[in-house]
């Protein structure tokens, strides 16, 4: 036996939340549906009576398949819905599948693989608007019959190619708005819905008054009445965290609503990073009236090639990259960026019409000392090699200019840095600058770091000659090993 029941729509204090309630007689599947509404839903999904979407259900291994209608390529793939995984947020659609705009729905086949005694089914769904509520009917076999049809398309009744209709589930109300978060749990209260392997969803759209009418799916569980007791989902982190800094001086917004698998990473490991060394770059690399953007973004783009650059206050991250590197160059990789939005050269010409031009080898080499030689020194990264001794010019930029600009640095003057930067953001950098901070042209200081390298580089006839002409240049530690 079955029902069908559309439940009106109940606001609570905390949760607005809609329960089946009817009076059920022995053997009759249950229909829960719950809303949070657009106020009270959040990246946890907890309803009231239906249980958190889980990550260990019988679908989590199950085939799903689309045997009839398409899949808007603007959402996640099928995976999304037995990935247990959910948004974190209203509208992510790269976390939901929803079907093309326009169309009317579509059939979706979940084959487990084998027979099993179902407890429940429970579909999840999220959305602002029209996309929220659900509207399906779902079907379910043994696939054992003669007749039966794994994948009738529409215009092929389910029931007549060996499937029995399970439930009709409509979330839809007059009395609340469509959008919220919507779980919706099928069940019998005798325990078992039945013994199936195959359960098809014939999924129809909520409206049609525009082309946005098909439901963002989230999830679907289907809980095994003689599995263990079912993992739950983790709850998503919000995709666009606001990271403050410096007590709520700075606001660095991270965003990874393109990239969900590279949310909880970023919370973990980029976040701190960012709050701790924002605020240290603006110190930094300070000049006479001048303050540090106090909003940032950090975005992380799912089809950018190269690794990561910045446009004024925006920071694009290659997600390509950064998961390829996320054990190594990547968080270096976000401060060098972070750099360059504190840096803010442009203004030069905004505000004085004789600036000069700022050579981009000590844009790039400032922003690799301070993610080098200052964030992460212990990786060595702007050490230079007898490999790269050949190629090494001063003005090579990046990590060699860092290392030149570390040199100098430690050799003529512990504010040269400091110095360079605020002569470039006020479009009154020239190579004079150098001579005055240290008595020698930016060409000899290169000369001179040069051999310094190349005199610690050089392979040593004897160990201990090598030690004797290092002690001898005062860089005892730095012998390059
Ligand atoms: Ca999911």
């Known amino acids: 036996m079955r029902i069908c029941m559309r ?194 969803f014939d999924i129809f759209r909520t409206e049609d008054t525009d082309g946005f009418g098909n439901t963002f799916y989230s999830e679907i569980d289907v809980l095994d009445r003689n599995a263990p007791a079912v993992v739950e989902a983790p709850m998503a982190q919000p995709a666009r965290e606001i990271v403050e800094a410096d007590g709520g001086k700075y606001e660095i917004t991270v965003d990874t609503s393109e990239t969900p698998d590279l949310t909880e990473w970023a919370h973990q490991q980029l976040a701190p990073v960012v709050r701790e060394w924002y605020p240290k770059i603006a110190d930094l690399l300070p000049s006479e009236g001048y303050a540090a953007p106090r909003k940032v973004s950090i975005v992380f783009k799912k089809d950018m090639a190269g690794v990561a650059d910045t446009a004024g206050t925006r920071i694009r991250c290659a997600a390509k990259w950064f998961r390829q590197n996320l054990k190594g160059e990547a968080i270096g990789s976000v401060v060098h960026e972070l750099v360059h939005a504190v840096q803010q050269y442009g203004q030069a010409r905004r505000t004085n019409p004789n600036a000069t031009r700022s050579p981009g080898w000590l844009v790039e080499g400032m922003a690799d000392y301070v993610r080098w030689c200052l964030y992460e020194p212990q990786s060595h990264g702007a050490e230079v090699t007898r490999r790269g001794l050949a190629r090494a010019k001063y003005d090579a930029s990046y990590r060699v200019s860092a290392n030149f600009l570390d040199w100098v640095t430690k050799k003529y003057d512990k504010s040269i840095v400091e110095k360079l930067n605020a002569a470039l953001r006020t479009g009154n950098y020239n190579e004079e600058l150098w001579r005055k901070q240290t008595g020698h042209t930016v060409q000899e200081l290169g000369d001179e770091w040069k051999k310094a390298l190349e005199a610690k580089l050089a392979p040593p006839p004897s160990a201990a000659t090598s030690n004797a002409v290092m002690t001898a240049q005062g860089e005892p530690g730095k012998t390059g090993q």
């Open 7 to 200: 439940i009106p729509s109940l606001s609570f204090v905390g949760m607005a939340a809609l329960l089946a309630s009817a009076l059920l007689s022995h053997g009759e599947i249950k229909v829960v549906v719950e809303r949070n509404d657009g106020e009270h839903a959040t990246a946890d999904f907890k309803f009231k009576n239906i249980p958190r979407p889980s990550s260990s259900d019988a679908a989590s291994q199950a085939a799903f398949v689309i045997v009839d209608g398409r899949r808007d390529p603007n959402g996640g793939d099928l995976d999304v819905l037995h990935n247990g995984r959910v948004p974190a947020e209203d509208d992510q659609p790269s976390e939901n599948l929803f079907f093309r705009a326009g169309t009317d729905g579509g059939r979706l086949l979940i084959d487990l693989g084998a027979g099993i005694e179902i407890k429940q089914i429970n579909t999840y769904s999220w959305h602002p608007n029209t996309r929220g509520p659900q509207v399906y009917h779902l079907y379910a076999s043994d696939g054992k019959g003669e007749a039966f049809n794994a994948q009738p398309k529409r215009g092929t009744e389910p029931e007549k190619c060996g499937w029995k209709l399970i439930a009709k589930v409509d979330t839809r109300s007059k009395d609340t708005e469509a959008g919220g978060q919507y779980g919706v749990s099928i069940a019998d209260p005798d325990g078992s819905l039945g013994k199936y392997r195959y359960l098809l």
